[in-house]
């Protein structure tokens, strides 16, 4: 499972920006596919979880009602949405794939992309 994450970049707060990420390998539609974040001095994070089917979503406290994750089968690719985007959401932003949901733990990560929330 490769996976290449794209779209961040530097915001201001309340502005917004959504991620990508594309994985390449063939067996796309049948893993869960998330976003974790680690901010500096800080330990990573698990942000927003999608199972194979769309029918389970999950989000971290922080980001409820500001992120949304969604994901194209037939594109192999992973979205995330942040709208209200706080300083405090300053972070490297990882992709992560997981065989039927996102654990604590996704054995396969892209490889970041930097998300800058300036106030």
């Known amino acids: 499972v490769q996976l290449q994450a794209s779209g961040g970049g530097l915001a201001q707060a309340g502005a917004s920006l959504r991620l990508s990420c594309a994985e390449s390998?063939?067996?796309?539609?049948?893993?869960?596919m998330g976003w974790f974040r680690q901010a500096p001095g800080k330990e990573r994070e698990f942000v927003a979880g999608?199972?194979?089917?769309?029918?389970?979503?999950d989000y971290a406290n922080s980001v409820k009602g500001r992120f949304t994750i969604s994901r194209d089968n037939g594109k192999n690719t992973v979205y995330l949405q942040m709208n209200s985007l706080k300083p405090e959401d300053t972070a490297v932003y990882y992709c992560?794939?997981?065989?039927?949901?996102?654990?604590?733990?996704?054995?396969?990560w892209g490889q970041g992309t930097q998300v800058t929330v300036s106030s």
């Open positions: 390998g063939r067996t796309y539609s049948t893993y869960a």
């Open positions: 992560v794939a997981d065989r039927v949901e996102v654990t604590a733990t996704p054995p396969w």
């Open positions: 999608i199972r194979w089917n769309g029918a389970s979503i």
